[in-house]
Nanobody
Framework: QVQLVESGGGLVQAGGSLRLSCAAS????????MGWFRQAPGKECEYVAQ????????YYADSVKGRFTISRDNAKNTVYLQMNSLKPEDTAVYYC???????????????WGQGTQVTVSS
């Protein structure tokens, strides 16, 4: 069983930055690919980014490529999402998730956090 707790959300102006954190209570954190998803009001959950256990490979949705950076600290059992040049359309609840392998879909992920709200004002 893996528990994930996100933090770092908040209200920011367009063009600003936020860094989200996700702390995992996993005995073997390096067993998992870690991902971020987001869900805006009235919209479906959207894949944002993923990182493999070794930090050698990262993957991003086209909508955030070049603006967001996913990273992880395996010694701290934590994954991060650095978000720069934020836009109002980035407003959503952001979820951290853990998977046993590579995946771009919600169903590829086995464990989910409760989410943290990110609001970008124009």
């Amino acid at each position: 069983q893996v528990q994930l707790v996100e933090s770092g959300g908040g209200l920011v102006q367009a063009g600003g930055s936020l860094r989200l954190s996700c702390a995992a209570s996993a005995r073997s954190f390096t067993n998992y690919y870690m991902g971020w998803f987001r869900q805006a009001p009235g919209k479906e959950c959207e894949y944002v980014a993923q990182i493999d256990w070794s930090r050698a490979y990262t993957y991003y949705a086209d909508s955030v490529k070049g603006r967001f950076t996913i990273s992880r600290d395996n010694a701290k059992n934590t994954v991060y999402l650095q978000m720069n040049s934020l836009k109002p359309e980035d407003t959503a609840v952001y979820y951290c998730a853990a998977a046993y392998g590579f995946g771009l879909r919600e169903k590829d992920y086995n464990y989910w956090g409760q989410g943290t709200q990110v609001t970008v004002s124009s």
